[in-house]
């Protein structure tokens, strides 16, 4: 008999596996796949060295993943943004730095900055833990992502900006998702530019030797022989004394307690004794993971930074929406990684692995104006699409009205079953850092119920590690001071009836 049994061997599994173990707790991990880390994978190869084809970058405020990889010894490189970006929004591609793309009409760039403060201010009024309970929760909730993107953006430039932002954040299309989550997903990210950010933002490092070794040392320190691979769990049953969890092969282990950390969207495929109730149960069955190939592209030299590209690129036709440099940081093995999405990773799965290498480098070639794109040494992708036991990726994203129908079931233990996994967390829901938070969170609520720790400290909020950097994602007073193309037309419009009138009096 086992004290707790955890069901998924992914960051967030095994970070719940570490604190339980650290007070003295029995458990007992099982995993579906022949390997840790569920989502984040680092594919090892003489050709490339290493590369991440699953969660890769972390930044600043990301606290728990930051602190639990200094403990575990893994380090952190900076990604290179120290050129020059590109942005391909609506047939033109333009060079940029930071993270507003270069939109030259002063209008267009008016209307994009008014956009994004516009949701920055919205989002500062989300309830963080209970989006739900936001006073306009029912009206946000029920509009798609696309409707509220045609709400508040003027020009068809910042239009294609936001629906950029929606496939590279969420990997779906912007009539998918519902308003309110997309806010709220932005209010667990610190906002828009913390999310977008290279420097100072969600993509600032990566880690030495790849993003799996975090679940592969969680392992060690767990011990190897608690973490049971090739093992998936079909059958959870709940009876008054303990909990039997039955594996695929009909091994059945029993414990006290059992902490789920599979994602939402595959529960489904587990058998509940009694069955979930009736609100998890039909959670469940909403909330799909998102579409996502990832792609790693290698050459022979880093060419494009020696023209004064730093490799980082987004794209509104795609394929590739978003890119960025994934040269190791001693300069070795140069390289791009690039992230196909959405619709467009549902209709390339159809392509076979040549062609879609083939379109990959045919895009760098021509936004780039780089023919040597068109040239690579090696060519690596992941489609999460295919994965049984992900579903699809980066993570879980919820239609219209789903988070206010069902959203307080999210988190709520169903007796003796725990609920953890990224898309539980009320910070960085979606990365790594969430799903340690969602982890230590679940642990927290079971050593209560071993009447090991109250509840108080369950609720306590994650202490930033020393060497953290909680500088906000800085937003320049001029850019928060300028008016919405709105305004400017309404201004400009009494200003012109204004001066015709004087005009047509000065007449008189
Ligand atoms: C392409 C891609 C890019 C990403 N980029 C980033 C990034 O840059 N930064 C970032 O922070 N995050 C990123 N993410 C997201 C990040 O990887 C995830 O948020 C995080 O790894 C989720 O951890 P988890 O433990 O909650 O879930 P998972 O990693 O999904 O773990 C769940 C585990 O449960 C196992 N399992 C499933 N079914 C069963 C079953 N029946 N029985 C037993 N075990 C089961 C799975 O095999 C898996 O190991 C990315 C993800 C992908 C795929």
Wanted: charged share 20%.
């Amino acid at each position: 008999m086992h004290d707790v049994i955890i069901l998924g061997a992914g960051i967030s599994g095994l970070s719940a596996a570490k604190l339980l173990c650290e007070q003295g707790i029995n458990v007992l991990v099982l995993e579906a796949r022949d390997r840790v880390g569920g989502r984040t994978c680092t594919l090892h190869d003489p050709q490339f060295g290493y590369t991440d084809v699953g969660g890769a970058y972390v930044g600043p405020t990301q606290n728990c993943i930051l602190r639990l990889a200094k403990e575990l010894g893994v380090e952190t490189y900076l990604v290179d943004d120290s050129q020059y970006s590109l942005a391909e929004i609506q047939g033109s591609v333009r060079r940029f730095s930071g993270v507003i793309p270069p939109i030259y009409n002063p209008i267009g760039l008016l209307d994009l900055n008014h956009a994004i403060r516009t949701i920055d201010k919205m989002v500062a009024e989300i309830p963080q833990e209970t989006p739900w309970k936001h006073s306009n929760a029912k009206q946000l909730d029920c509009m798609t992502a696309k409707e509220f993107i045609e709400k508040i953006a003027w020009a068809e430039s910042t239009r294609s900006f936001l629906n950029i932002f929606i496939r590279t954040v969420f990997c779906v299309e912007a009539h998918e998702i519902s308003a309110l989550s997309v806010l709220w997903a932005i209010k667990c990210g610190q906002g828009i530019d913390r999310i977008c950010n290279i420097a100072g933002g969600a993509q600032e490092r990566k880690f030495v030797g790849g993003a799996q070794m975090i679940s592969e040392r969680l392992a060690e320190r767990i011990g190897r022989d608690r973490v049971r691979l090739k093992s998936p769990v079909v059958r959870v049953e709940q009876e008054a004394e303990g909990v039997t969890v039955t594996s695929e092969g009909g091994e059945t282990f029993k414990g006290q307690f059992a902490i789920s950390a599979v994602p939402h969207a595959i529960l489904q495929r587990i058998h509940f004794h009694p069955p979930l109730p009736a609100m998890k149960g039909q959670l469940i069955q909403r909330m799909p993971m998102g579409s996502v190939i990832k792609t790693v592209t290698f050459y022979e030299r880093a060419f494009w930074k020696e023209r004064g590209f730093s490799g980082c690129s987004m794209s509104d036709t795609g394929p590739v929406d978003f890119s960025i440099d994934d040269t190791k940081p001693d300069g070795s093995h140069p390289a791009i990684m690039g992230f196909i999405q959405a619709d467009t990773a549902r209709r390339m799965s159809l392509d076979t692995l040549e062609r879609r290498k083939e379109y990959v480098c045919k895009h760098y070639a021509k936004i780039f104006k780089m023919k040597e794109f068109l040239e690579p040494q090696d060519y690596v992708e992941m489609n999460w699409m295919e994965e049984t036991y992900s579903g699809g990726c980066y993570s879980s994203s919820f239609g219209p009205g789903v988070l206010t129908s069902f959203g307080e079931a999210l988190r709520q233990p169903v007796d003796r079953i725990h609920f953890a996994g990224t898309e539980l967390a009320n910070e960085w829901a979606g990365y790594m850092d969430g799903a340690v938070q969602a982890g230590e969170r679940a642990a927290r609520e079971v050593l209560h119920k071993l009447g090991k720790t109250g509840p108080a400290e369950g609720l306590q909020p994650e202490l930033p590690p020393a060497n953290a950097s909680l500088a906000p994602a800085e937003t320049s007073w001029l850019l928060g001071a300028l008016p919405s193309v709105d305004t400017l037309l309404r201004f400009g419009g009494i200003a012109l009836a204004a001066g015709l009138a004087w005009l047509f009096q000065s007449k008189l």
